[in-house]
């Protein structure tokens, strides 16, 4: 006996249902996947709510892992690596060498790209970034971001000369102190110069009497311009008479090594004797009120 023939429409329906099953499945999962991203984006806000807090109690460790936590939970909350770099520039310590410090410097840069990358007109983290890349020593890094800002920029052209000086690139911090797009010169660029010189040849044991020269040079003809724009001006007196010393130490000729300390000498004298007349002022103008 020959099988009954299946309907048209009942074979049709199989069809729909087996048809449907996988598209149904399908349907589940991205509900589920929904949900499940929804659970993590809750979850993420969480861990970076708890960080806020911890950061606030200054528990900076902890703070780093929950912001870090949260990140891992939702890498879309990109406003969050702005808390990861104060975070961990909260935990660096510039100038200790430890495996630990550098670890920090490290987090700090990387979350600072990662926020600037994702909100480029936030100028307070483009300072953040700049500072970790100046104190963890990364200058030719820091100089290249600093000279791409546009010209005229108000911070920008000191901050070049600060770095070069940092760098011991102090010919350079010198000549671009100098250039015409300064502006107005201030001579407190001229003397952090001058500043940065002395600390340098007065501290540094490891340079050559030929290297230590030049430093001591261009530390006095930056200190002498701060000078000429503020002759009042104190602290660079005080800074001139100890380059001075700097450069008769390093002179072979006693006599000339004579006439460099009588020079500091005399800026010495000036200097005290500047200090008397605005001590004198002071209570001049104390007595007048």
């Not at 780093?64 to 939970?73: N, V």
């Not at 930056?222 to 000429?228: G, N, P, S, V």
């Amino acid at each position: 006996m020959l099988p009954l023939a299946t309907p048209p429409a009942a074979r049709t329906r199989r069809r729909a249902a087996r048809t449907a099953r996988p598209a149904q499945s399908v349907v589940v999962l991205v509900i589920a996947a929904v949900a499940l991203g929804g659970c993590q984006k809750l979850q993420a806000r969480m861990e970076l709510k708890k960080g806020n807090q911890l950061y606030k109690n200054e528990t900076y460790r902890e703070a780093l892992e929950q912001f870090q936590k949260g990140l891992e939970l939702d890498p879309s909350a990109t406003f969050a690596w702005r808390s990861v770099g104060l975070t961990a520039m909260a935990l660096y310590r510039p100038g200790v060498e430890t495996e630990e410090n550098q670890q920090y410097a490290e987090i700090a840069i990387d979350a600072f790209k990662r926020y600037v990358r994702a909100y480029p007109h936030d100028e307070k983290a483009e300072e953040y970034l700049d500072t970790m890349l100046i104190n963890a020593g990364r200058y030719d890094e820091a100089l290249a971001r600093l000279k791409a800002q546009p010209a005229g920029k108000p911070g920008v052209h000191q901050a070049i000369v600060t770095v070069l000086s940092r760098a011991g690139r102090y010919d350079e911090a010198l000549a671009w102190a100098q250039r015409p797009e300064a502006g107005k010169l201030d001579p407190q660029v001229f003397y952090a110069i001058g500043v940065a010189c002395w600390d340098k040849s007065y501290n540094d044991p490891m340079l050559d009497s030929v290297a230590r020269g030049r430093v001591v040079d261009t530390g006095l003809a930056a200190t002498k311009r701060a000078l000429e724009l503020k002759p009042d001006y104190f602290e660079a007196m005080a800074y001139y008479n100890l380059l001075f010393r700097e450069k008769a130490k390093l002179e072979t000729d006693p006599e000339k090594a004579a006439e460099w300390t009588k020079l500091a000498d005399e800026w010495m004298q000036k200097a005290i004797a500047l200090r008397e007349r605005e001590k004198r002022a002071e209570e001049a103008a104390k007595k007048a009120r």
